[in-house]
T-cell receptor, first 112, second 112 residues
Framework: GESVGLHLPTLSVQEGDNSIINCAYSNSASDYFIWYKQESGKGPQFIIDIRSNMDKRQGQRVTVLLNKTVKHLSLQIAATQPGDSAVYFCAENVQGAQKLVFGQGTRLTINP | NAGVTQTPKFQVLKTGQSMTLQCAQDMNHEYMSWYRQDPGMGLRLIHYSVGAGITDQGEVPNGYNVSRSTTEDFPLRLLSAAPSQTSVYFC???????????FGSGTQLSVL
């Protein structure tokens, strides 16, 4: 069935380093994936998305990688800044379905 | 544009009380949805709507009702509040069915 999970619930990195947040999914029929950032007391904010016909997509300081062979999704944040501290969620959607399935989230902490 | 607006931001109820969480969007989005977020868990879909007059159940619909009389508004009703409904509730919308959801800032609900 559909499920989205994260390998690590927490991640601490040094300011300026690159961060990699991982996500596993189980439904091979999922064709759309998305990452959200949620700061304390706020709603989730869109970061980047990717369709299953791609294996990489880049945004500003962020890159999403999709490996359909092992059903793995990752979010890379370059040159991590204090403002990147938040909980990051991945979510998946199956074509024709009408709901996003969210993972549990990874808390990213930036050490000065 | 204000985006997705949720009211109230905070609410305390007694067991058995009823109330309505309001959600409005000014982006002319057809798709709207309600999620709840509990500690240590991802977002779980309660109800969703693909357009005015159309609603459907999500993953955890019990104890909640919705209606969609206009494109802009998607209220969530708690019929008889229970402590298990203590949570943070997020409304979201999108113009492309269930992709790149835009979230409101949330309603924190406590049921005593």
């Amino acid at each position: 069935g559909e499920s989205v999970g994260l390998h690590l619930p927490t991640l601490s990195v040094q300011e300026g380093d690159n961060s990699i947040i991982n996500c596993a999914y189980s439904n091979s029929a999922s064709d759309y994936f998305i990452w959200y950032k949620q700061e304390s007391g706020k709603g989730p904010q869109f970061i980047i998305d990717i369709r299953s016909n791609m294996d990489k997509r880049q945004g500003q300081r962020v890159t999403v990688l999709l490996n359909k062979t092992v059903k793995h999704l990752s979010l890379q944040i370059a040159a991590t800044q204090p403002g990147d501290s938040a909980v990051y969620f991945c979510a998946e959607n199956v074509q024709g379905a009408q709901k996003l399935v969210f993972g549990q989230g990874t808390r990213l902490t930036i050490n000065p | 544009n204000a985006g997705v607006t949720q009211t109230p931001k905070f609410q305390v109820l007694k067991t058995g009380q009823s109330m309505t969480l309001q959600c409005a969007q000014d982006m002319n989005h057809e798709y709207m949805s309600w999620y709840r977020q509990d500690p240590g868990m991802g977002l779980r879909l309660i109800h969703y709507s693909v357009g005015a007059g159309i609603t459907d159940q999500g993953e955890v619909p019990n104890g909640y009702n919705v209606s969609r009389s206009t494109t802009e508004d998607f209220p969530l009703r708690l019929l008889s509040a229970a402590p298990s409904q203590t949570s943070v509730y997020f409304c979201a919308s999108t113009g492309t069915t269930n992709e790149k959801l835009f979230f409101g800032s949330g309603t924190q609900l406590s049921v005593l």
